[in-house]
């Protein structure tokens, strides 16, 4: 496009007060030759947008540079429609609420910031969105016949889509299927599980197609795009969808390996999953000689909460086992429960149903397992209870009931061994590699995905698979592809439920926005994607392997593959890229080393160090602007950049800045490792582990490696920012200043 720019400087805030306005202007049009350089004391308001929507009319400007506030707020204010190009420079909150007003060293920030903003606005180019040659498909795949996908596949029909449901059993239903009762809200009775009525809604209704004794054979495509093979019942499809919903559901952990509680050496010793199909056929009775229960004792966190078993809560078990002490007061009065427990955990109003079974006569113990035992034809359990602070023994047991818990159906129960496919590292003698969630490569067979990355999902290290928890607890790391249910965490009915119905409303927005090129979380409504200048790549491969979204697939020849729609718009491929070939229309390696290159860079007798930080615009940028809200002061010799997530971080760009005089590079990014807060996965991890790189290039420079720093910052460190911005300059000050200068 051809573009005609102009630059607004908001007065109101502060800025005007703490700043020169008029030779940022001339920053503006002498530097830059941009002819309309305005200033307005209340931008946002009214009458400022107005101002720029008649330039707008008038003038034909189509590029607008705002001098004012945070790009994080008013940004609907400051739309101006898809084909204008709008670049926010952040005054207020990083510059004159963070530094002392009508200084040297406040307005040189102001004045690089609207340098570094004005270069950008060159660089940028408006976005193409990606419109593929296929026809965009809306419909929704649900994997999984179970209360999660039923819930699921029916939201999506209600909500005006078509759902295709694929069930590996003969018949819809589920674990729900061998449930007896329900405990549900306000968690006062049990409750019929509806579940007949919920299975003929589904059968029923015109937009959802059904499939059992199906699986799902292959998945290849991307988001709008997918291609899935169903096989089933001697015969095969392929549907075409938008976007995927997993509803595999759980499997209980493997009693067997609770050999010291009993289980598989006493008849009477089950689990709570057998206790429940026991229920629901009719009459609860020992397994032994079939005689009515009358004492029963039940386990809890049978193998949970326990490093050697399940070292997790699954959140439901206390409420089941309060449920089926019910089961066996219903059918005697008379009978005696027992529930040995570590913590009750009923969450929320379940503690009603808690207060319940109390009042009902039950006998709470806390307590540990010391020993299951049998004599005389019934069952003992010897305990420590932690209250009596003794150890105790209860006799004449009819049943011991584990309360095994939840393991998500994407972890295989033994870590199996498969023959390692090329190029996998790891194998033994025999050619065989274990299969682990870190492995890439699974056991367990739900979607059959085409993608190189693997198969299947990428899991945690539980087995659930992964998503950013906090913010977007939906999403896995394939775009697209959402999980509901206890496959993504333990919960009980009701919040399955809600999770189904949360699942596939993000599958629809999934669709939605792929039909119109724009990406989901967290950059939704992005339309740009990575564009691939072919002609220098080196099939490295780097793209491909450090993807966290698996967007990208490569050929025989190993040249990168793009996906677009799977693509969350990271840019870590682009920071990946040793040949810097790929990039965005308002996103690329050179644009932000033209930012750097903007930085006036003073010299060194000026005794004025120069800080470039690279920031993520998710937590750390967030947390630099809560620091300036709060007033809190930094020092004025510092520069921001955002960047989409410190993976898109390109090496040349600390490299060129470095060589061109700038004294020091702080990489400010999320937390990572187990807990991570990174919304792009590993995009922190992957910078972090570049910088160790970096060393090499210092080396060459003659420089410090301690020039060079990645620091963590989550939303909610804004306090912690002046401390670390504080102890980088100490830092920079001992080093010197960088020789470079003035070159």
Same mark, same amino acid.
């Given at each position: 496009?051809?573009?005609?720019?102009?630059?607004?400087?908001?007065?109101?805030?502060?800025?005007?007060?703490?700043?020169?306005?008029?030779?940022?202007?001339?920053?503006?049009?002498?530097?830059?030759?941009?002819?309309?350089?305005?200033?307005?004391?209340?931008?946002?308001?009214?009458?400022?947008?107005?101002?720029?929507?008649?330039?707008?009319?008038?003038?034909?400007?189509?590029?607008?540079?705002?001098?004012?506030?945070?790009?994080?707020?008013?940004?609907?204010?400051?739309?101006?429609?898809?084909?204008?190009?709008?670049?926010?420079?952040?005054?207020?909150?990083?510059?004159?609420?963070?530094?002392?007003?009508?200084?040297?060293?406040?307005?040189?920030?102001?004045?690089?910031?609207?340098?570094?903003?004005?270069?950008?606005?060159?660089?940028?180019?408006?976005?193409?969105?990606?419109?593929?040659?296929?026809?965009?498909?809306?419909?929704?795949?649900?994997?999984?016949?179970?209360?999660?996908?039923?819930?699921?596949?029916?939201?999506?029909?209600?909500?005006?889509?078509?759902?295709?449901?694929?069930?590996?059993?003969?018949?819809?239903?589920?674990?729900?299927?061998?449930?007896?009762?329900?405990?549900?809200?306000?968690?006062?009775?049990?409750?019929?599980?509806?579940?007949?009525?919920?299975?003929?809604?589904?059968?029923?209704?015109?937009?959802?197609?059904?499939?059992?004794?199906?699986?799902?054979?292959?998945?290849?495509?991307?988001?709008?795009?997918?291609?899935?093979?169903?096989?089933?019942?001697?015969?095969?499809?392929?549907?075409?969808?938008?976007?995927?919903?997993?509803?595999?559901?759980?499997?209980?952990?493997?009693?067997?390996?609770?050999?010291?509680?009993?289980?598989?050496?006493?008849?009477?010793?089950?689990?709570?999953?057998?206790?429940?199909?026991?229920?629901?056929?009719?009459?609860?009775?020992?397994?032994?000689?079939?005689?009515?229960?009358?004492?029963?004792?039940?386990?809890?966190?049978?193998?949970?909460?326990?490093?050697?078993?399940?070292?997790?809560?699954?959140?439901?078990?206390?409420?089941?086992?309060?449920?089926?002490?019910?089961?066996?007061?219903?059918?005697?009065?008379?009978?005696?429960?027992?529930?040995?427990?570590?913590?009750?955990?009923?969450?929320?109003?379940?503690?009603?149903?808690?207060?319940?079974?109390?009042?009902?006569?039950?006998?709470?113990?806390?307590?540990?397992?010391?020993?299951?035992?049998?004599?005389?034809?019934?069952?003992?359990?010897? @305990?420590?209870?932690?209250?009596?602070?003794?150890?105790?023994?209860?006799?004449?047991?009819?049943?011991?009931?584990?309360?095994?818990?939840?393991?998500?159906?994407?972890?295989?129960?033994?870590?199996?061994?498969?023959?390692?496919?090329?190029?996998?590292?790891?194998?033994?003698?025999?050619?065989?590699?274990?299969?682990?969630?870190?492995?890439?490569?699974?056991?367990?067979?739900?979607?059959?995905?085409?993608?190189?990355?693997?198969?299947?999902?990428?899991?945690?290290?539980?087995?659930?698979?992964?998503?950013?928890?906090?913010?977007?607890?939906?999403?896995?790391?394939?775009?697209?592809?959402?999980?509901?249910?206890?496959?993504?965490?333990?919960?009980?009915?009701?919040?399955?439920?809600?999770?189904?119905?949360?699942?596939?409303?993000?599958?629809?927005?999934?669709?939605? @926005?792929?039909?119109?090129?724009? @990406?989901?979380?967290?950059?939704?409504?992005?339309?740009?994607?990575?564009?691939?200048?072919?002609?220098?790549?080196?099939? %490295?491969?780097?793209?491909?392997?450090?993807?966290?979204?698996?967007?990208?697939?490569?050929?025989?020849?190993?040249?990168?593959?793009?996906?677009?729609?799977?693509?969350?718009?990271?840019?870590? %491929?682009?920071?990946?890229?040793?040949?810097?070939?790929?990039?965005?229309?308002?996103?690329?390696?050179?644009?932000?080393?033209?930012?750097?290159?903007?930085?006036?860079?003073?010299?060194?007798?000026?005794?004025?160090?120069?800080?470039?930080?690279?920031?993520?615009?998710?937590?750390?940028?967030?947390?630099?602007?809560?620091?300036?809200?709060?007033?809190?002061?930094?020092?004025?010799?510092?520069?921001?950049?955002?960047?989409?997530?410190?993976?898109?971080?390109?090496?040349?760009?600390?490299?060129? @800045?470095?060589?061109?005089?700038?004294?020091?590079?702080?990489?400010?990014?999320?937390?990572?490792?187990?807990?991570?807060?990174?919304?792009?996965?590993?995009?922190?991890?992957?910078?972090?582990?570049?910088?160790?790189?970096?060393?090499?290039?210092?080396?060459?420079?003659?420089?410090?490696?301690?020039?060079?720093?990645?620091?963590?910052?989550?939303?909610?460190?804004?306090?912690?920012?002046?401390?670390?911005?504080?102890?980088?300059?100490?830092?920079?000050?001992?080093?010197?200043?960088?020789?470079?200068?003035?070159?």
């Amino acid at each position: 496009m051809d573009k005609k720019t102009a630059v607004y400087i908001c007065t109101g805030c502060g800025i005007g007060d703490a700043l020169d306005v008029d030779k940022l202007s001339e920053i503006a049009s002498d530097d830059f030759s941009i002819p309309i350089c305005k200033e307005h004391p209340f931008l946002c308001g009214p009458e400022g947008v107005e101002l720029i929507k008649k330039d707008i009319e008038d003038e034909g400007v189509n590029t607008i540079i705002i001098a004012a506030c945070s790009p994080r707020v008013n940004y609907d204010v400051f739309n101006f429609g898809a084909d204008k190009i709008v670049e926010r420079v952040n005054l207020r909150e990083q510059v004159v609420w963070m530094q002392p007003p009508n200084e040297e060293d406040t307005q040189m920030l102001a004045e690089d910031n609207l340098r570094m903003g004005c270069s950008k606005a060159n660089d940028t180019e408006l976005p193409e969105p990606y419109k593929p040659e296929e026809e965009i498909s809306k419909d929704v795949l649900v994997v999984g016949g179970g209360l999660a996908g039923l819930t699921a596949a029916l939201e999506t029909a209600k909500a005006g889509y078509k759902a295709i449901l694929v069930e590996k059993e003969d018949r819809l239903g589920g674990f729900m299927a061998k449930m007896k009762k329900l405990v549900t809200m306000p968690y006062k009775e049990l409750s019929d599980t509806g579940l007949e009525e919920l299975v003929k809604a589904v059968e029923d209704n015109p937009n959802i197609k059904v499939y059992t004794s199906s699986t799902v054979e292959k998945v290849s495509g991307a988001p709008g795009l997918f291609s899935v093979e169903i096989k089933g019942n001697g015969s095969s499809a392929t549907e075409k969808v938008g976007a995927i919903v997993q509803a595999t559901g759980w499997v209980p952990y493997d009693a067997n390996k609770l050999g010291h509680l009993g289980y598989g050496k006493f008849k009477d010793v089950i689990t709570n999953v057998e206790m429940e199909e026991m229920a629901a056929a009719g009459k609860i009775t020992r397994p032994s000689d079939g005689k009515e229960v009358q004492n029963v004792l039940f386990v809890q966190c049978a193998g949970s909460r326990d490093p050697e078993h399940l070292p997790y809560c699954s959140s439901v078990c206390c409420l089941v086992s309060l449920k089926q002490a019910t089961y066996v007061k219903e059918q005697n009065p008379e009978a005696v429960n027992y529930i040995l427990y570590k913590d009750m955990r009923t969450l929320g109003q379940a503690e009603d149903f808690y207060r319940k079974t109390q009042q009902d006569g039950n006998v709470f113990i806390r307590g540990t397992v010391a020993n299951v035992g049998e004599e005389g034809g019934k069952l003992f359990v010897e @305990a420590d209870d932690e209250l009596l602070g003794e150890k105790i023994k209860v006799e004449d047991l009819d049943l011991v009931v584990l309360a095994v818990g939840m393991v998500p159906s994407t972890q295989p129960d033994e870590i199996p061994r498969i023959p390692a496919p090329e190029g996998a590292e790891g194998a033994d003698e025999e050619g065989m590699i274990e299969v682990t969630p870190d492995s890439g490569f699974y056991a367990t067979k739900a979607l059959g995905l085409e993608y190189r990355q693997g198969p299947e999902l990428p899991t945690l290290k539980y087995g659930f698979p992964d998503s950013h928890f906090i913010c977007f607890p939906y999403e896995t790391r394939r775009t697209g592809i959402y999980t509901a249910g206890c496959v993504r965490r333990p919960m009980e009915t009701a919040k399955v439920i809600d999770d189904a119905t949360g699942a596939a409303m993000k599958a629809i927005q999934c669709t939605e @926005a792929t039909a119109v090129g724009m @990406a989901v979380h967290p950059r939704a409504g992005d339309m740009t994607y990575p564009e691939f200048n072919m002609q220098r790549c080196t099939q %490295c491969k780097r793209c491909t392997e450090e993807c966290p979204f698996g967007a990208i697939n490569e050929d025989e020849k190993a040249n990168p593959l793009p996906n677009p729609t799977r693509c969350r718009r990271c840019g870590v %491929c682009m920071g990946a890229c040793p040949e810097r070939i790929i990039s965005f229309k308002n996103y690329s390696v050179p644009m932000i080393g033209n930012m750097i290159k903007a930085i006036e860079v003073p010299e060194e007798d000026e005794e004025k160090p120069r800080i470039v930080a690279l920031v993520c615009e998710n937590d750390a940028y967030a947390a630099l602007d809560m620091a300036g809200i709060r007033r809190l002061k930094i020092s004025p010799y510092i520069r921001f950049i955002p960047v989409r997530c410190l993976g898109s971080v390109n090496l040349v760009w600390i490299a060129d @800045a470095l060589s061109r005089g700038i004294d020091g590079i702080l990489l400010m990014g999320c937390r990572y490792g187990d807990d991570y807060q990174c919304h792009f996965i590993k995009g922190s991890e992957l910078a972090n582990t570049r910088l160790g790189k970096v060393s090499e290039t210092l080396d060459r420079l003659a420089l410090e490696s301690d020039r060079v720093k990645f620091v963590e910052v989550g939303i909610a460190d804004y306090e912690k920012i002046p401390k670390i911005i504080e102890e980088f300059m100490e830092t920079i000050e001992e080093v010197g200043p960088n020789p470079y200068k003035g070159w």
